[in-house]
């Protein structure tokens, strides 16, 4: 599938908002590419699928795991929309023919994150989080770092710090992957 059979086709599949934060995504995902020397096909790929679970309700997402013998934890059984991205990254294989490994592996950790991210998984994470279509408080502050830092570890760290606010302040559950990907910057860092 071309990358416009792809767009149309997701562009069928989603609700208006979650196509525009797609394509959001993939723009962003494309000038941190540029930035960070990371091939701008995949980044453009790996954020405009990022996503394409969320063609189901979140009441559904354990079911469609399942199907797809997604093993299914405690954390993502209280948090099921935890799963879209695991179940996002088998989609673009059945779906839009996607073979690519680093952009299944970009998408399957886009929500979480986890330990030893490639520069696509930070690229994907990141644009998710600052796409011009996102409005939350903070957010300005991570794009203003996007665009002064060249240093995407830095990026990353405070995004998944923030995240991790994010979260406490809902006294929320944080998954171990985001801990464990925290912590591997934190040891890792220069």
């Given at each position: 599938?071309?990358?416009?059979?792809?767009?149309?086709?997701?562009?069928?599949r989603?609700?208006?908002?979650?196509f525009a934060?797609?394509?959001?995504?993939?723009n962003?995902?494309?000038?941190?590419?540029?930035?960070?020397?990371?091939?701008?096909?995949?980044?453009?790929?790996?954020?405009?699928?990022?996503?394409?679970?969320?063609?189901?309700?979140?009441?559904?997402?354990?079911?469609?795991?399942?199907?797809?013998?997604?093993?299914?934890?405690?954390?993502?059984?209280?948090?099921?929309?935890?799963?879209?991205?695991?179940?996002?990254?088998?989609?673009?294989?059945?779906?839009?023919?996607?073979?690519?490994?680093?952009i299944?592996?970009?998408?399957?950790?886009?929500?979480?994150?986890?330990?030893?991210?490639?520069?696509?998984?930070?690229?994907?994470y990141?644009?998710?989080?600052?796409?011009?279509?996102?409005?939350?408080?903070?957010?300005?502050k991570?794009r203003?770092?996007?665009?002064?830092?060249?240093d995407?570890?830095?990026?990353?760290?405070?995004?998944?710090n923030e995240?991790?606010?994010f979260?406490?302040?809902?006294?929320?559950?944080?998954?171990?992957?985001?801990?464990?990907?925290?912590?591997?910057?934190?040891?890792?860092?220069?």
């Amino acid at each position: 599938m071309t990358v416009d059979e792809m767009r149309r086709e997701l562009q069928r599949r989603l609700k208006k908002e979650r196509f525009a934060h797609s394509v959001g995504v993939a723009n962003t995902a494309v000038k941190l590419a540029k930035k960070f020397g990371v091939d701008e096909t995949k980044a453009y790929v790996a954020g405009l699928l990022h996503d394409c679970a969320r063609e189901f309700e979140n009441d559904a997402l354990t079911a469609e795991a399942i199907k797809r013998g997604i093993e299914v934890g405690e954390i993502e059984k209280s948090v099921p929309l935890l799963l879209h991205s695991y179940i996002s990254a088998r989609m673009v294989t059945e779906i839009y023919g996607v073979d690519d490994k680093e952009i299944i592996q970009a998408i399957y950790r886009h929500t979480v994150g986890a330990k030893n991210m490639t520069p696509l998984d930070k690229i994907i994470y990141f644009a998710d989080m600052i796409e011009p279509n996102r409005n939350y408080p903070g957010v300005d502050k991570l794009r203003t770092l996007a665009e002064k830092s060249n240093d995407l570890d830095e990026i990353i760290l405070t995004a998944i710090n923030e995240s991790i606010l994010f979260v406490i302040q809902k006294n929320a559950l944080i998954h171990p992957a985001t801990i464990d990907a925290r912590n591997f910057l934190l040891v890792n860092s220069e």
